[in-house]
């Protein structure tokens, strides 16, 4: 089963494959983060857009698939003119082994921390086939690892020297600190807790949190613990259950909290968002 970030708040066990589609103007992701499954998003549309990790960063003009390594700490952004259309296909690691052989191998992607390869139409459209029914309702999982392994195969089949640019990412413990916050992030995280964690000084620690995510440990917490509260309010999770299960000590603490985050009050919030609010956006 995926961590808790991939369904946070789902009791049912979940089979670890699943893709979507979301459209909009522009993606700001100001803060690196990462997650224990792969991801790839395969984007539709033209124009620019910038997948980044602690490594570097490449540019693209769209009509590609970006692929994220699990753990790495990684980041996409789209201009706000741009439209962006994108289908996210995340995979666990015991749905790639339950693939078996060379069909659940990574291949060349195993040893990269991102990677993007640009899709030619007659690629785009065979791949966007099987995304599709990925994310159809009611798919079996059998069919969901079946279309998961055509996809794979077709993208390592494809791909090569000149149409694949890959990152490997700067090796840091600040990975290990982001990934320990997302598991955690329901009970009360100091920094000083933090350094003595990882073995390093909390000067230390805030310097390096600072550099690769570009945010402070208290911002990154908070902007996680929104995330999540916006999921669950979009879901139809009441203000009370939400201020409990995304780690706030006190209701009243909450409601402020969200207002200075979002600029409204939870309650709003949830009738504007009901069913509408994507968590990996």
Known sequence: MLDDAFYPFSRERKCEIIAYRLSQKGHYMPLYHSHSYYEFIFVMSEGKIVFSNTGGSIESNGRC????NSHVLHRNNVPSDVFYDRIVLYCGESA???????????????????AVIDLDNNEMRIIEHYLNEIARENISNDKKLLYTALILTELKEYSNESNMRSLSPIKTYIKDVVEYIGLNYKNEITTPDLATRFFVSVNKLNRDFKRYTGSTIKQYLIALRMKYAQAMLAGGEGVRKTAEECGFESLS?????????TGQ?????????????????
Do not use: E, W
Request: aromatic letters at 20%.
């Open 65 to 68: 698939v970006c692929f994220h």
């Open 253 to 261: 603490y909450f409601i402020q909290a969200f207002r200075q985050y």
């Open 96 to 114: 790639l082994a339950m693939l078996g052989g060379s069909v659940g191998d990574l291949g060349k992607f195993a040893n990269v921390g991102s």
């Open 265 to 281: 009050t939870p309650s709003a919030f949830s009738k504007k968002a009901l069913g509408k609010f994507d968590y990996y956006t």
